[in-house]
């Protein structure tokens, strides 16, 4: 006789991408061509796997708590003290001690909407009130989000880019924004999808955090860095905040295998540099054969591509799984008439093309 307390009925089990296993398709069981949940197509990176190999005759001792390495070196090649870096089991991990540390029940939180589920999880989880700004020409719609912040505003989550769109606002409107944000109000910055923003356009938000006290950056190995099944992400952010955050987390919240992967990874810049322009190419190359289709694709600077089907978008997911192609159908996100594909591998989004072709022209 167990009560499900009130605050928890507003949420839902969560439910990502089928997972990377054998589907059935119209020509009998095959291998999917993934392209539903934003990983890195190519795997993890060589010398990752070389490490997690080596580490593994260590995984009877328990992992090193204070994650000292991999945060030394985050610091190093990031520019900032390893004090300012809180790492978790994937940078979901991060959103949730935030939520656990800074935010109490009646208090408010603002999010894009549609945006990642777990902000509205964290939230919910205080028994916050979350406050929904809807997107702008399906862009964050900073001056809209300013206009909501009220005393009672804890928290404002932004995505740069943002999922499920792919779109990017610049230095100048993220800098605006800061100077009119109350210092009491915490603005995390989830920049999970950062390494994949054209050179044209990247800024370096880290320089913010000297000004902005209340500037909170989230970043994960999970996309560009190919070891989303490991959970490693972190947090940089003034070191008042950062103590606190330590407080929250447990001890061996990063395993083993995932610290020394993380590290490893970070020295293979070559790695890095295929992944992003394998995106940048795949963006450019899938952009280009749906717009030839007639087919609205909007402009990204994530891994993955926001295209409008209409009324048929389900229908259209549910014929290329058919086919043994996986895509993200946007209904959890509110946006039904859309459909969400990552970048594949040059031979994937080929692929992907094919079968869309072949299906749209129906
Ligand atoms: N932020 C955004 C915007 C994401 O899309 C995702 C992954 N889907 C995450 C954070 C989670 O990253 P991690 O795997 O590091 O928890």
Do not use: C
């Amino acid at each position: 006789n167990i009560v499900l307390p009130k605050f928890l009925s507003q949420l839902r089990p969560y439910s990502a991408g089928k997972p990377i296993k054998e589907v059935q398709t119209e020509y009998g069981i095959s291998m999917p061509v993934k392209l539903a949940s934003n990983e890195n197509p190519l795997g993890p990176s060589p010398k990752a796997i070389a490490a997690i190999k080596e580490a593994l005759q260590d995984i009877h001792r328990y992992p090193d708590s204070q994650i000292t390495e991999l945060r030394y070196k985050l610091a190093s090649v990031l520019g900032v003290k390893s004090q300012q870096i809180v790492i978790g089991n994937g940078s979901d991990e991060i959103m949730s001690f935030i939520g656990q540390a800074f935010l109490l029940s009646g208090e408010e939180v603002i999010v894009p909407f549609p945006s990642f589920s777990i902000y509205e999880k964290v939230a919910i989880m205080s028994q916050a009130n979350l406050i929904k700004v809807p997107l702008k020409n399906l862009s964050i719609d900073l001056e809209a989000i300013k206009d909501r912040i009220s005393q009672k505003t804890k928290l404002i989550f932004l995505t740069n880019p943002h999922n499920p769109t792919g779109s990017f606002f610049e230095a100048p409107l993220l800098e605006n924004f800061l100077k009119n944000v109350p210092r009491s109000t915490l603005i995390i910055l989830d920049e999970a999808y950062i390494d994949f923003v054209s050179p044209k356009r990247h800024f370096e938000s880290l320089n913010y955090l000297k000004d902005f006290s209340n500037l909170i950056i989230l970043r994960s190995f999970s996309k560009s860095y190919g070891l989303a099944g490991l959970r490693v992400g972190y947090g940089i952010m003034n070191i008042e905040l950062a103590n606190i955050l330590e407080r929250v987390r447990y001890p061996f919240n990063v395993n083993t295998l995932a610290q020394v992967a993380a590290i490893n990874a970070l020295d293979d810049k070559e790695f890095l540099e295929t992944t992003r322009k394998l995106v940048w190419e795949g963006r450019e190359f899938i952009t280009k054969a749906l717009t030839e289709l007639g087919i609205r694709v909007y402009p990204s600077e994530a891994n993955f591509l926001l295209v409008y089907i209409g009324k048929k978008a389900v229908e259209i997911y549910e014929s290329l799984l058919k086919k043994g192609i996986i895509v993200r159908p946007l209904t959890n996100y509110h946006l039904p008439e859309y459909i969400r594909i990552s970048i594949g591998k040059p031979e994937e989004n080929q692929t992907f093309i094919e079968f869309f072709k072949e299906i749209w022209q129906k």
